[in-house]
């Protein structure tokens, strides 16, 4: 427990960027908690189980948009920021598209920043953060820290229960990282920048990126270049994802023999807290298909 405490001080510190309103114990206060995205949502879902008087919400969850880029505000999403006391997001660049203007309308606004600490890959394609970052399972385990930390300072009401989740949870993110800690060490294409993370935790190589979002559209000249690289780097599979036309990897294959794969990004989903880990599990089943 003191060395519990101990991280947990230099955490606050850390998040300490932010104002912080404490919850006094026995006043009854609700706490209306907002995420800005669906992991951060799975993830602060399994820290405030059971919590008394706190509500948790996803600003996106109805939605199957995938990731924010780009994302703007809807009518609906403004009240929600408005009625929140406090503001989950991955950060690293994830809601750059409109967390400036919340900052500057709500400006008491407790906002929690799930990327702090975590070591932040540079975009392939552009001079700017990768956002993608819960893909690699420390990466996650860092971000519910920051949850937990953050939400046991300002509701020390629910102290005990956002502790006892918040261990019962690391254990469970340990052990997928156990049960998955290989280094597969094969050639890849990857569709989109969002798998670099999840390939620098297993030891896959990305030889080529195809798009940098949804709406790139490589040229002739750049699509026979990416056919050429698989060829000769013995690339055993193009993973692509479901928010992606499957056209271009399907191309791709036919030019080169080599089978798709859909990785699993965990973007949108039905909101059951054990998702993160049951869907990390099969994109690493799906590796060891691929391995065989």
């Known amino acids: 427990m003191k060395k519990f405490l101990i991280i947990f001080l230099l955490s606050i510190f850390l998040i300490g960027c932010t104002k912080v309103s404490v919850v006094e114990p026995g006043n009854n206060s609700?706490?209306?908690?907002?995420?800005?995205?669906?992991?951060?949502?799975?993830?602060?879902?399994?820290?405030v189980d059971g919590a008394e008087g706190v509500t948790l919400k996803n600003l996106t969850l109805s939605s199957n948009i995938g990731c924010l880029h780009g994302y703007h505000l809807t009518t609906a999403n403004m009240k929600d920021i408005e009625n929140a006391d406090i503001f989950i997001i991955n950060g690293a660049g994830m809601e750059e598209s409109f967390i400036d203007d919340i900052r500057v309308a709500y400006p008491d606004l407790m906002i929690i920043d799930t990327s702090i600490g975590v070591d932040i890959l540079d975009n392939t394609f552009a001079d700017e953060e990768n956002p993608?970052?819960?893909?690699?399972?420390?990466?996650?385990?860092?971000?519910?820290?920051?949850i937990a930390y953050s939400l046991i300072e300002v509701d020390k009401e629910n102290e005990e229960v956002y502790t006892s989740n918040y261990e019962s949870y690391i254990n469970k993110l340990n052990s997928l990282k156990e049960e998955t800690n290989k280094f597969y060490g094969f050639n890849i294409v990857a569709m989109h920048d969002s798998l670099s993370y999840f390939a620098d935790s297993t030891g896959l190589n990305i030889i080529d990126i195809v798009q940098n979002d949804e709406e790139d559209v490589p040229s002739p000249k750049r699509l026979q270049e990416i056919i050429e690289n698989i060829k000769k780097n013995n690339v055993k599979a193009i993973f692509t994802e479901e928010q992606y036309s499957d056209k271009l990897p399907n191309m791709l294959s036919e030019e080169t023999n080599v089978k798709v794969y859909t990785f699993d990004s965990i973007t949108s989903g039905e909101g059951n807290k054990e998702?993160?880990?049951?869907?990390?599990?099969?994109n690493f089943d799906m590796l060891l298909t691929i391995s065989r």
């Not at 908690?33 to 949502?41: D, K």
């Open 30 to 47: 609700n706490i209306n908690i907002l995420t800005s995205f669906y992991p951060v949502y799975l993830f602060a879902e399994n820290i």
């Open 275 to 282: 998702e993160y880990i049951d869907r990390m599990k099969n």
């Open 132 to 146: 993608h970052i819960w893909l690699s399972v420390d990466n996650a385990k860092k971000q519910v820290q920051n």
